[in-house]
């Protein structure tokens, strides 16, 4: 069962991928948020880098849907969002998504390729998953665990765990997404 802060991280994460608004979040939501991060990396429609990044995005959708969709009618809702949450961190196989995941999403977002993700990067992040673009200045600061002004992938990675899986209201990762 997800404690009261994971369940307000979770509820926060919900809504991040609720990319329309509309209380569900469905395959719309992910090809919306694939257009922005697509748009964010320059890519063009029908390039290979496009596609292979499309069907991940498509990818990621079904195994959520399969997962967490236990009505079968092609959306989930909060309520079955949070029982994901809770079988996704709690069980060792599916919470190993979480980290690839987490790997995938640095790999989006060091747009350089130098190994880091800088501020700069980090507001890109926010903007494609329309999460207000002035609050990534006002969390990256939380989020650089060593000081350096950048956010290598052990250091992301790890906030991602912090987020996911930790209870502790003092721990960076939980401002990943900004408030909760």
């Known amino acids: ?7 307000k991280k979770w ?19 992910f090809e919306a948020i694939f257009q922005n991060v697509a748009e964010a990396r320059n ?4 390039s ?4 292979q ?5 498509i990818e990621d959708w ?9 009505n079968n009618d092609g959306t989930v809702e909060l309520a079955e969002w949070l029982e994901h949450g809770d079988h996704r ?7 190993q998504t979480v980290i690839d995941l987490a790997n995938q999403i640095f790999e989006l977002l060091d747009l350089n390729g130098n190994g880091t993700i800088s501020l700069e990067e980090y507001k890109i992040f926010y903007r494609s998953w329309r999460i207000p673009e002035e609050l990534a200045a006002e969390v990256f600061p939380k989020l650089d665990l060593n ?12 906030l991602v765990r912090q987020f996911h899986h930790s209870d502790d209201p003092s721990n960076p990762g939980n401002w990943l997404f900004g408030s909760y």
């Not at 079904?62 to 236990?70: F, P, V």
């Open 43 to 46: 890519l063009t429609s029908g």
């Open 53 to 57: 990044l499309h069907a991940k995005f």
């Open 62 to 70: 079904e195994h959520l849907q399969k997962d967490a969709d236990k």
């Open 89 to 95: 961190i709690n069980s060792p196989d599916m919470y």
């Open 11 to 29: 509820t926060r994460l919900f809504q991040v991928y609720d990319a329309n608004g509309n209380g569900v979040v469905d395959k719309n939501d």
């Open 147 to 158: 000081g350096d002004g950048n956010l290598s992938k052990d250091e992301f990675v790890e």
């Open 1 to 7: 069962m997800l404690t009261e802060l994971q369940t």
């Open 48 to 51: 290979s880098s496009y596609e």
